[in-house]
């Protein structure tokens, strides 16, 4: 199916989904609400795909993403259909979307968006989401982003390190006793912590205590523990009071999807 084609057809599906009749009421002149109104479902999925407007595009996948229902099938193709996206904050929010509500088939497809040559914006939301679904494939992907020659964003770099904490293997802990010595303190401390829940050692910020433990030690991961990714919480916004299906994007602290069992239950 083409790209037009899918939009239309998924345009129409959530139109007969959630149009509740009509979408804003107008004209009552009961409220100011009644006048102006919050998006509906129905509308944020129009934004979602709207040819004329990447703003439109962003704020619409941005609503849905953060919605209870966000993660339903015909919204992961609008997802899907944003990370081909022209603009880059339209692709951004689409990685959000799966790092929301994807697994690891989705995670595959926001590993091509580690690249160098992407928008920063967009690497920025691919490390991110790395630390949400777990894809062993991204290894190399977020060991290059550690190299400021690579990755120049420190933000970025700080996001791959986070991300990298989930996997238990030898060359991801010695890329991030390497990451210690970043110029910028975020990557640092983003690198310090991935290694204190590879290892369950706490050993600072420097490399050299770390590389003497690792030539000291047989089994690295012994003491790993559970690996939790960074979760955003805020309170509500005023027009979040308002706006019966839309609630502030806090989440609960929780393991990457696809992450193996065995993973999950060791450590501390």
């Given at each position: 199916?083409?790209?037009?084609?899918?939009i239309?057809?998924?345009?129409?599906?959530?139109?007969?989904?959630?149009?509740?009749?009509?979408?804003?009421?107008?004209?009552?002149?009961?409220?100011?609400?009644?006048?102006?109104?919050?998006?509906?479902?129905?509308?944020?999925?129009?934004?979602a795909?709207?040819?004329?407007?990447?703003?439109?595009?962003?704020?619409?996948?941005?609503?849905?993403?953060?919605?209870?229902?966000?993660?339903?099938?015909?919204?992961?193709?609008?997802?899907r259909?944003?990370?081909?996206?022209?603009?880059?904050?339209?692709?951004?929010?689409?990685?959000?979307?799966?790092?929301?509500?994807?697994?690891?088939?989705?995670?595959?497809?926001?590993?091509?968006?580690?690249?160098?040559?992407?928008?920063?914006?967009?690497?920025?939301?691919?490390?991110?989401?790395?630390?949400?679904?777990?894809?062993?494939?991204?290894?190399?992907?977020?060991?290059?982003?550690?190299?400021?020659?690579?990755?120049?964003?420190?933000?970025?770099?700080?996001?791959?390190?986070?991300?990298?904490?989930?996997?238990?293997?030898?060359?991801?802990?010695?890329?991030?006793?390497?990451?210690?010595?970043?110029?910028?303190l975020?990557?640092?401390?983003?690198?310090?912590?991935?290694?204190?829940?590879?290892?369950?050692?706490?050993?600072?910020?420097?490399?050299?205590?770390?590389?003497?433990?690792?030539?000291?030690?047989?089994?690295?991961?012994?003491?790993a523990?559970?690996f939790?990714?960074?979760?955003?919480?805020?309170?509500?916004?005023?027009?979040?009071?308002?706006?019966?299906?839309?609630?502030?994007?806090?989440?609960?602290?929780?393991?990457?999807?696809?992450?193996?069992?065995?993973?999950?239950?060791?450590?501390?």
């Open positions: 199916m083409s790209g037009g084609a899918a239309a057809l998924i345009t129409a599906t959530v139109g007969c989904q959630l149009d509740t009749g009509g979408g804003r009421r107008t004209g009552s002149g009961e409220s100011l609400l009644e006048l102006v109104g919050p998006p509906t479902p129905a509308e944020a999925a129009q934004w795909v709207d040819p004329n407007s990447p703003d439109n595009r962003q704020q619409g996948l941005l609503l849905l993403a953060n919605a209870p229902f966000g993660g339903e099938s015909v919204y992961m193709e609008l997802y259909l944003g990370l081909d996206d022209d603009d880059a904050a339209v692709r951004a929010a689409a990685i959000k979307a799966f790092g929301l509500h994807g697994g690891p088939p989705e995670g595959r497809l926001v590993l091509e968006r580690l690249t160098p040559a992407e928008d920063v914006l967009v690497r920025r939301e691919a490390a991110r989401t790395m630390a949400r679904i777990h894809v062993p494939e991204s290894i190399g992907a977020l060991i290059a982003m550690l190299d400021r020659r690579v990755e120049p964003d420190a933000e970025a770099r700080a996001l791959a390190a986070e991300a990298l904490g989930q996997h238990r293997e030898p060359r991801v802990v010695q890329a991030l006793i390497g990451a210690l010595a970043d110029p910028r975020v990557v640092g401390e983003s690198a310090r912590r991935s290694l204190e829940t590879l290892t369950g050692e706490d050993l600072g910020p420097e490399p050299e205590p770390w590389l003497v433990w690792t030539e000291r030690t047989s089994d690295p991961f012994a003491g523990r559970t939790y990714y960074t979760v955003f919480q805020r309170d509500r916004w005023f027009i979040e009071y308002i706006i019966p299906w839309d609630e502030p994007p806090n989440e609960i602290a929780s393991t990457p999807a696809g992450m193996p069992l065995e993973a999950e239950a060791s450590g501390g």
